[in-house]
T-cell receptor
């Protein structure tokens, strides 16, 4: 597609439920990042996929968070047993090329998650 | 201490003023990004730097690798430049500064 597409754009869920957020990167972009931004706070790195390499999961805040990516296409971020502190905008970005930092990032519009 | 520090955190200026936002980092990096986040939340990548200086319209970004410092400058600022400007560095992973909230008054 022309840009990075994320869905859903908004998700309201009850505490304890699982949620799945989807990111569809720009076609051909081998690098894909997930971030989150809590209200009034800065961007927080979650996980990074680069081609077929093992993902960098160092930013995932707990084992309730996991992400998958099939090849160089869609990625899914799953949050199990959601907590209120998981409420945030979850942003996905992708970039072209295998060299880290070598290319401009393109961000999706984000998925706003509200945990009641 | 955060790996990426931005200053100032908040900046209010009058239309037409020259704006400088600073970013200092403490890790080795392969590239530095300047991002712009508008009030609606959308994020746009402004620059990616690994050395020297880049210019795009009224925006200029510089980086000094030895000093681990980058600056974003806006010339002839305009109210539409009001946004949060975020510095991000790519070392082992991508690390973000906390952002600088810029408000340009008419």
């Amino acid at each position: 597609g022309a840009g990075v597409s994320q869905s859903p754009s908004n998700k309201v869920t009850e505490k304890g439920k699982d949620v799945e957020l989807r990111c569809d990167p720009i076609s051909g972009h081998t690098a894909l990042y997930w971030y989150r931004q809590r209200l009034g706070q800065g961007l927080e790195f979650l996980i990074y996929f680069q081609g077929n390499s093992a993902p960098d999961k160092s930013g995932l805040p707990s084992d309730r968070f996991s992400a998958e990516r099939t090849g160089e296409s869609v990625s899914t971020l799953t949050i199990q047993r959601t907590q209120q502190e998981d409420s945030a905008v979850y942003l996905c970005a992708s970039s072209l090329g295998a060299r880290p930092g070598a290319n401009v990032l393109t961000f999706g519009a984000g998925s706003r998650l509200t945990v009641l | 201490k955060n790996e990426v520090e931005q200053s100032p955190q908040n900046l209010t200026a009058q239309e037409g003023e020259f704006i400088t936002i600073n970013c200092s980092y403490s890790v080795g990096i392969s590239a530095l990004h300047w991002l712009q986040q508008h009030p609606g939340g959308g994020i746009v990548s402004l620059f990616m730097l690994s050395s020297g200086k880049k210019k795009h319209g009224r925006l200029i970004a510089t980086i000094n690798i030895q000093e681990k410092h980058s600056s974003l400058h806006i010339t002839a600022s305009h109210p539409r430049d009001s946004a949060v400007y975020i510095c991000a560095v790519r070392g082992q992973k991508l690390v973000f500064g906390q952002g600088t909230r810029l408000t340009i008054n008419p």
